[in-house]
C-alpha cells in the first residue's frame, strides 16, 4: 500500500474507512471530526403507541455481533487517527449512551487526553415510545488531545464557555447529519486547521 507523501486537501476518498486512512502521512491532520456507528443494538421491529412503525437505524454498517467486534472497530480506526493526528492535533468523536463510554475507554487505552465532554442538547428529540425510559435529548461529543502533552488550541477560550450546545431551529429531517455535525464543529470556534472526518456520518 503506496502511503501519500502529501495529504490530499478539500477531497472525499472513497473506500473502507481504515484502509484510506493507512494511505495518509502521519502527523499531517490537525483536527479529527469523527461520526462512528452507535452501535444500536436494535433487535426485532421498534413501534408506536398507535402501532405505527419507526423508521430506526438496522443498516449493516449498524451491526455487529458483539460489543467485542465494536471494540476491535473502534481500536483500529482510532488508532489510525492517532497515527494521522500531530503533536498538538484534538480530535472529536460523537455517541450517544450505546456507544461513547466504550469510545472513551479507547480514546484512553490508545493514549489520547481526554479534555472535555460536550453535550449537544437537541430541540426536537426522538420520543420515547414505550415511555419505560427517559427521553434521550442529547449526544456527548467527547474532545480529546493525542497525548498528555498536545498544546491544543480554541479560539475564545477565555470566555469560559460550558460544555453544553444547542442547535436551535435543527430537527428530525431538515438537515442531512453531516450539516448537524458541521454546524456542532463551528460552534466549537477550533482554529483553522486541517480536519479528517474518517468516517460517514449515517444519512
Request: with cysteine; proline share 5%; glycine share 10%.
Amino acid at each position: 500500500m503506496e502511503i501519500a507523501r502529501e495529504l490530499p486537501l478539500d477531497q472525499i476518498l472513497l473506500g473502507e474507512a481504515v484502509r484510506m486512512m493507512r494511505m495518509l502521512p502521519s502527523g499531517s491532520i490537525d483536527c479529527v471530526f469523527a461520526d462512528p456507528p452507535y452501535n444500536l443494538q436494535l433487535r426485532g421491529e421498534l413501534r408506536r403507541p398507535d402501532d405505527s412503525l419507526v423508521d430506526g437505524v438496522d443498516e449493516e454498517w449498524d451491526r455487529f455481533d458483539d460489543f467485542a467486534a465494536y471494540d476491535a472497530f473502534c481500536r483500529e480506526w482510532l488508532g489510525e487517527c492517532r497515527r494521522l493526528l500531530r503533536k498538538d492535533g484534538t480530535l472529536w468523536v460523537i455517541g450517544a449512551y450505546h456507544n461513547i463510554f466504550r469510545i472513551g475507554a479507547i480514546l484512553q487505552d490508545l493514549g489520547f487526553w481526554i479534555l472535555n465532554d460536550v453535550v449537544w442538547r437537541k430541540a426536537n428529540p426522538m420520543p420515547n415510545f414505550r415511555g419505560r425510559r427517559f427521553t434521550n435529548a442529547h449526544e456527548t461529543l467527547i474532545w480529546a488531545a493525542r497525548g498528555r502533552d498536545s498544546r491544543h488550541r480554541r479560539r475564545g477560550a477565555g470566555a469560559q464557555e460550558r460544555v453544553q450546545h444547542h442547535l436551535a431551529g435543527i430537527g428530525r429531517g431538515q438537515q442531512h447529519p453531516m450539516q448537524q455535525r458541521l454546524g456542532l464543529l463551528r460552534g466549537m470556534q477550533l482554529e483553522p486547521m486541517r480536519v479528517l472526518q474518517p468516517l460517514r456520518p449515517g444519512a
